[in-house]
Protein backbone atom coordinates (compact mmCIF):
# COMPACT_ATOMS: atom_id res chain seq x y z
CA UNK A 1 0.00 0.00 0.00
CA UNK A 2 1.53 3.44 -1.08
CA UNK A 3 2.50 5.95 1.96
CA UNK A 4 0.37 9.43 1.62
CA UNK A 5 2.59 12.07 2.51
CA UNK A 6 -0.46 14.80 4.17
CA UNK A 7 0.28 17.98 4.70
CA UNK A 8 -2.30 20.48 6.76
CA UNK A 9 -2.98 24.02 6.25
CA UNK A 10 -5.13 26.31 7.58
CA UNK A 11 -8.34 27.97 5.97
CA UNK A 12 -10.37 30.01 8.78
CA UNK A 13 -11.59 33.18 7.51
CA UNK A 14 -8.54 34.31 5.55
CA UNK A 15 -10.36 33.59 2.14
CA UNK A 16 -12.55 36.31 2.94
CA UNK A 17 -10.58 38.84 4.88
CA UNK A 18 -8.35 38.39 1.58
CA UNK A 19 -11.45 39.16 -0.80
CA UNK A 20 -11.94 42.73 1.31
CA UNK A 21 -8.29 43.54 0.84
CA UNK A 22 -8.53 42.47 -2.68
CA UNK A 23 -11.97 44.68 -3.05
CA UNK A 24 -11.02 48.01 -1.43
CA UNK A 25 -7.16 47.90 -2.74
CA UNK A 26 -5.42 48.09 -0.49
CA UNK A 27 -1.89 46.34 -1.77
CA UNK A 28 -2.29 48.57 -4.58
CA UNK A 29 -2.36 51.33 -2.46
CA UNK A 30 0.46 49.89 -0.62
CA UNK A 31 2.63 49.75 -3.88
CA UNK A 32 1.20 53.00 -4.99
CA UNK A 33 3.05 54.56 -1.57
CA UNK A 34 5.16 52.64 -0.76
CA UNK A 35 8.25 51.76 -3.35
CA UNK A 36 10.04 48.55 -3.05
CA UNK A 37 14.05 48.70 -2.32
CA UNK A 38 16.21 47.59 -4.81
CA UNK A 39 17.97 45.40 -2.20
CA UNK A 40 14.54 44.02 -1.00
CA UNK A 41 13.91 40.39 -1.58
CA UNK A 42 9.90 41.04 -1.26
CA UNK A 43 7.50 44.04 -2.23
CA UNK A 44 6.64 46.25 1.32
CA UNK A 45 2.65 45.83 -0.54
CA UNK A 46 3.15 41.74 0.25
CA UNK A 47 4.20 41.97 3.67
CA UNK A 48 2.18 45.03 4.66
CA UNK A 49 -0.54 43.45 3.00
CA UNK A 50 0.09 40.13 5.40
CA UNK A 51 0.32 42.05 8.28
CA UNK A 52 -3.24 43.29 7.84
CA UNK A 53 -4.71 40.02 7.04
CA UNK A 54 -2.54 39.06 10.46
CA UNK A 55 -4.51 42.00 12.36
CA UNK A 56 -7.69 40.51 10.99
CA UNK A 57 -7.17 36.93 11.43
CA UNK A 58 -5.17 36.59 14.35
CA UNK A 59 -3.78 40.22 15.60
CA UNK A 60 -0.14 38.13 16.61
CA UNK A 61 3.23 40.12 17.48
CA UNK A 62 5.60 41.29 14.91
CA UNK A 63 7.73 38.17 15.84
CA UNK A 64 5.08 35.75 15.52
CA UNK A 65 3.41 36.62 11.82
CA UNK A 66 5.85 34.17 10.20
CA UNK A 67 4.53 31.02 12.18
CA UNK A 68 1.10 32.49 11.40
CA UNK A 69 1.49 32.64 7.77
CA UNK A 70 3.44 28.92 7.65
CA UNK A 71 0.03 27.89 8.78
CA UNK A 72 -1.85 29.41 6.11
CA UNK A 73 0.88 29.66 3.50
CA UNK A 74 -0.95 27.61 0.73
CA UNK A 75 -3.89 29.71 0.48
CA UNK A 76 -1.99 33.30 1.22
CA UNK A 77 0.82 34.03 -1.34
CA UNK A 78 0.34 34.06 -4.76
CA UNK A 79 3.60 35.42 -5.61
CA UNK A 80 5.46 32.24 -4.63
CA UNK A 81 6.86 33.22 -1.45
CA UNK A 82 7.37 31.28 1.94
CA UNK A 83 6.53 31.88 5.14
CA UNK A 84 10.26 33.21 6.13
CA UNK A 85 9.52 36.25 4.14
CA UNK A 86 7.49 36.96 6.63
CA UNK A 87 9.63 37.38 9.74
CA UNK A 88 9.65 40.27 12.16
CA UNK A 89 13.08 42.07 10.88
CA UNK A 90 11.67 42.20 7.13
CA UNK A 91 7.85 43.60 8.71
CA UNK A 92 9.73 46.22 10.54
CA UNK A 93 11.34 47.28 7.84
CA UNK A 94 8.39 47.49 5.50
CA UNK A 95 6.20 49.28 8.69
CA UNK A 96 9.31 51.97 8.55
CA UNK A 97 8.36 52.56 4.95
CA UNK A 98 5.39 52.83 5.68
CA UNK A 99 5.85 55.63 8.28
CA UNK A 100 7.92 57.59 5.71
CA UNK A 101 4.88 57.44 2.98
CA UNK A 102 2.29 59.51 2.67
CA UNK A 103 -0.04 57.97 5.00
CA UNK A 104 -2.34 60.92 5.09
CA UNK A 105 -2.97 60.23 1.19
CA UNK A 106 -3.02 56.80 1.35
CA UNK A 107 -6.14 56.67 4.06
CA UNK A 108 -7.84 59.57 2.18
CA UNK A 109 -7.96 56.89 -1.25
CA UNK A 110 -8.64 53.67 0.86
CA UNK A 111 -11.45 55.83 2.57
CA UNK A 112 -12.85 56.67 -1.21
CA UNK A 113 -11.90 52.96 -2.23
CA UNK A 114 -14.19 51.91 0.44
CA UNK A 115 -16.87 54.47 -0.44
CA UNK A 116 -16.78 53.08 -4.00
CA UNK A 117 -16.82 49.24 -3.73
CA UNK A 118 -19.69 50.02 -1.05
CA UNK A 119 -22.03 52.29 -1.84
CA UNK A 120 -20.95 53.79 1.90
CA UNK A 121 -23.66 56.81 2.41
CA UNK A 122 -21.66 59.84 3.24
CA UNK A 123 -24.06 63.01 3.72
CA UNK A 124 -23.03 62.56 7.59
CA UNK A 125 -19.44 60.81 8.83
CA UNK A 126 -18.46 60.17 12.32
CA UNK A 127 -14.96 61.01 13.88
CA UNK A 128 -14.49 58.74 16.83
CA UNK A 129 -11.19 60.85 18.00
CA UNK A 130 -10.57 57.95 20.77
CA UNK A 131 -8.65 59.26 23.41
CA UNK A 132 -5.34 57.27 24.34
CA UNK A 133 -2.78 58.59 27.43
CA UNK A 134 0.76 58.19 27.72
CA UNK A 135 2.87 57.95 30.95
CA UNK A 136 6.55 58.22 31.22
CA UNK A 137 9.40 60.15 29.53
CA UNK A 138 9.90 59.44 25.48
CA UNK A 139 13.46 60.43 24.67
CA UNK A 140 15.04 59.82 21.10
CA UNK A 141 12.02 60.13 19.80
CA UNK A 142 11.55 60.21 15.59
CA UNK A 143 11.24 63.65 14.48
CA UNK A 144 8.46 62.82 11.85
CA UNK A 145 7.10 61.20 15.20
CA UNK A 146 3.82 62.71 16.91
CA UNK A 147 5.01 64.87 19.37
CA UNK A 148 3.30 64.03 23.04
CA UNK A 149 2.19 66.98 25.19
CA UNK A 150 0.86 67.50 28.78
CA UNK A 151 -3.65 67.69 28.55
CA UNK A 152 -6.31 66.36 28.91
CA UNK A 153 -7.99 63.78 27.44
CA UNK A 154 -11.58 63.15 26.44
CA UNK A 155 -12.30 60.82 29.80
CA UNK A 156 -11.57 64.12 31.50
CA UNK A 157 -9.26 62.32 33.43
CA UNK A 158 -5.97 64.71 34.16
CA UNK A 159 -3.43 61.75 33.92
CA UNK A 160 -1.17 62.81 31.44
CA UNK A 161 -0.74 66.07 32.83
CA UNK A 162 0.70 64.39 35.96
CA UNK A 163 3.97 63.15 36.03
CA UNK A 164 3.97 60.93 38.70
CA UNK A 165 0.11 59.51 36.88
CA UNK A 166 -1.68 61.00 40.13
CA UNK A 167 -5.01 61.94 39.07
CA UNK A 168 -6.97 63.66 41.38
CA UNK A 169 -10.40 62.48 40.16
Not at 68 to 93: F, P, R, T, V
Not at 125 to 142: A, K, L, M, P, R
Amino acid sequence: MEQLNVITKRVDVLPMVKYYIDQLGIYGLFSKYIKKPEQSPVDPAQILSVVVANIICASQPLYKVEQWAADYMDGLSEYGLNASMYNDDQIAKKLDCLFKANRNSFMCELSANAIGVYLLEIRQIHNDSTSVTFTGEYENQHPGAVKLKYGFNKDHCCRSHYPTGYCPQ
